[in-house]
C-alpha cells in the first residue's frame, strides 16, 4: 500500500482559498475603519496571530472567524476559552520577538465574517476579550 502524504486537494484548497479571500475582507474592512496592518497569518507553535495592527497607539490582535451562517452561535463564539489562550500566547510571543512594540496597549479584537465568502459581511468586534477573561 504506497503511503499517502499531506492532503493537498479538493476541501483543504477550497478551504484556504475561502479563508484567504475572507480574511481579506476582513482587513479592507478594519482598515477602511482606520487600522493599520503591521502583519497577517503570524504562526507560532500552538497558536496564529490572523491579522496584528494599530489603532492609533494601541496595539490591536485580530482574530477572523468565519461562518457560513449564525446557525451555531456565529464567529464570535467560535473564540472559546482555548482559543482565546492561544490567541494571547502568540500575542505574547509576538511581542518578545518586536520589543519596540511591547509598550503599547493591546487588545484582542474578533472580525466575525458571513454569508457568500467572495463578498462577506464582516461584524467587527472591538475588544472582544481581555487577558484578564483568559
Not at 496584528?52 to 476559552?81: I, K, Q, T
Request: charged residues 30%; glycine residues 12%; contains cysteine.
Amino acid at each position: 500500500m504506497p503511503a499517502r502524504g499531506p492532503r493537498t486537494g479538493g476541501a483543504d484548497l477550497d478551504r484556504r482559498a475561502r479563508g484567504a479571500k475572507v480574511e481579506a475582507a476582513a482587513r479592507a474592512h478594519l482598515e477602511c475603519a482606520g487600522l493599520r496592518t503591521l502583519a497577517a497569518n503570524v504562526g507560532y507553535r500552538g497558536g496564529e496571530l490572523d491579522l496584528v495592527m494599530r489603532d492609533g497607539d494601541a496595539l490591536v490582535f485580530v482574530e477572523v472567524r468565519y461562518r457560513a451562517s449564525a446557525a451555531f452561535g456565529g464567529g464570535f463564539a467560535s473564540v472559546d476559552h482555548g482559543k482565546r489562550r492561544k490567541l494571547v500566547r502568540a500575542a505574547q510571543l509576538y511581542l518578545l520577538s518586536h520589543p519596540r512594540l511591547a509598550g503599547l496597549p493591546c487588545r484582542f479584537d474578533v472580525a466575525e465574517a458571513s454569508g457568500d465568502p467572495d463578498a462577506p459581511q464582516i461584524r467587527w468586534l472591538k475588544d472582544a476579550f481581555r487577558l484578564d477573561d483568559v
